[in-house]
C-alpha cells in the first residue's frame, strides 16, 4: 500500500515538475494572477502575436499547473482566432522542451489540447508542433535516434536511422530523415553531426 501511495505521489509530481530552470521561471506572483484570472491575458494580448507566445510559454514551462487555465481560454468563446493560435504556439514550444526534460508534462499538453475536442485548436497545434511526434517514447523526440554517417565527396547526405514515433492523433508514422543531394566543394570527407 505504501509503495502504491509513494508511485502515485511520484507520478503526480513528474508531470508538475517546472520545465525552465529556477532562474527562468516567472515570478510566483505573476503564475498565482493567471491562475487567478486566466482571462486577463486575453485583454493582455488582444492580437495574439508573438508576445502572448513568449507569455503562454513562459507560463506553462514556469508552472505546469497553468496548462488547465490556457486550455480554458482555448475552450473560451471570448478567444479570438488569433489568441487561440498564439497559445496553442505556446504551448507547443513548451510540450517540445517538455520532451526533452519532462515528457510526462509534453504528453499532459498534448492530451489536452486534444481534449478540446476543437478542430482548429486541433489543427493550430499540429501546424505549430509540424506534426511531428513530441513525446515520443524510447529516444530522441521528433528528431529520430541513431548519428549520422560520413557524407563522403559525392555531396550525397548518408545516416541517421529512422525510428517509430506517435504523432499528435495516434496516428504511427515513420519518422524519416529527409534525403538531401547536392555538391560539395571540398574533396575531403566530413561526417555529418
Known sequence: MVAAVALVVTIASVASAAVYPP??????????DFKGSPQTLLQQYPNGGPQMILRVTDLGASDPTTLPGLIALLKDSATTKDQMKAIVGGLALVARMAAQTDQAYGT???????????????????????DAAIAATGGGGAGGSGTGGATGTSGSANGGSSGTATTFGGTPRTNTAPSFSGSVASTGTSVSP
Not at 23 to 32: C, E, G, T, W
Request: proline residues 3%.
Open 108 to 130: 499532459e499538453i498534448q492530451t489536452a489540447i486534444a481534449g478540446t475536442q476543437n478542430a482548429d485548436v486541433i489543427a493550430a497545434y499540429q501546424a505549430a508542433t509540424g
Open 23 to 32: 532562474q527562468r521561471q516567472l515570478p510566483a506572483q505573476v503564475i498565482s
